[in-house]
């Protein structure tokens, strides 16, 4: 058995083989530019994770004693190897993604920055051989071209991934640059704002409606959920999804769609406070019940 902290790992430890989920943690941080600390992000998580809850009280199911959940190896740590360079750190994330997905295993890539997406999504590119949407949870919209020198700027994840030739659905978004609204409007690209959230209790069934494949890649910058909730981020931008409007969409697109894959990106944890990590552990518990759900893992 790994030395890897296994995400809830008191609860239920499953071999690799025996694993229908697999958690990549991928604690790679360079281009965060507000606070830092998201490559301690994976790591946190896993930790808080020892204090869920394995029962699930909504879908009424000990999922991880059910499904069978295993943590691999971190990839593309900073810590370790702080000059790791960006193509590097794509291209090593890509095989990886790739070897898991042949494999047959469920993949939730943890974060890590949020530039790691493009790896991970090229992944599920060549692996599927067909289009997909890549729904985006996220304050900010990431279409940049660059930031501060570098297209794999975290700022810039959503444009590569547009350019990649897969639509998007950035969702909860509060925060874009005059570049990032003018791109918005030529390549009519359905987001769903955040201040319309607020504003329009049918947003769900609007924002799955503009979903145009079967196939979905969920991801999720941990910064378009309401700050108050996971304060522990690198740009916290004010308003965002509250606990239960994320559950309730979640469940609604994994319902509607097959979600072929999904990252939860960007977690940088504030000492002295569990709240950030220990939320980001239950929706990543989550993900995985919806998921076993709605493909009848149960
Ligand atoms: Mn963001």
Known sequence: MSQVTQFLGSEAITSYQDARVVILPIPYEATTTYRKGCETGPESILDASQQLEAYDEE????????IGIHTVEPIADTRIDPGLDAQEMLS????????????GKYVIALGGEHAIT???????QDF?????????????????FEFEGSIHNHACVMRRVLELGLPTLPVAIRSISQEEAKLIEEKAIPVVWDRDIAAYPDWIEKAINEIKTKKVF?????????????????????????????????????????????????????????????????????????????????
């Open 128 to 144: 599927y051989q067909e289009t997909f949407t890549v729904v985006q949870i996220d304050a900010h919209g990431d279409m940049r």
């Open 118 to 124: 493009t790896g991970i999504v090229k992944a599920y």
């Open 92 to 103: 090593l994330t890509s095989s990886k993604v790739k070897e898991l997905l042949r494999d």
């Open 218 to 298: 969920l991801t999720i910058d941990v910064d378009g959920i309401d700050p108050g909730l996971i304060p522990g981020v690198g740009t916290p931008e004010p308003g965002g999804l509250s606990w239960n409007m994320t559950l309730r969409f979640l469940k609604r697109l994994y319902q509607s769609c097959e979600v072929i894959g999904c990252d939860v990106m960007e977690l940088a944890p504030i000492n002295d406070s569990v709240v950030s990590e220990f939320t980001t552990a239950k929706l990543i518990y989550k993900l995985i019940g919806y998921q076993s759900l709605t493909q009848k893992w149960f």
């Open 59 to 66: 879908l009424g199911h000990q999922t991880c004693l059910e």
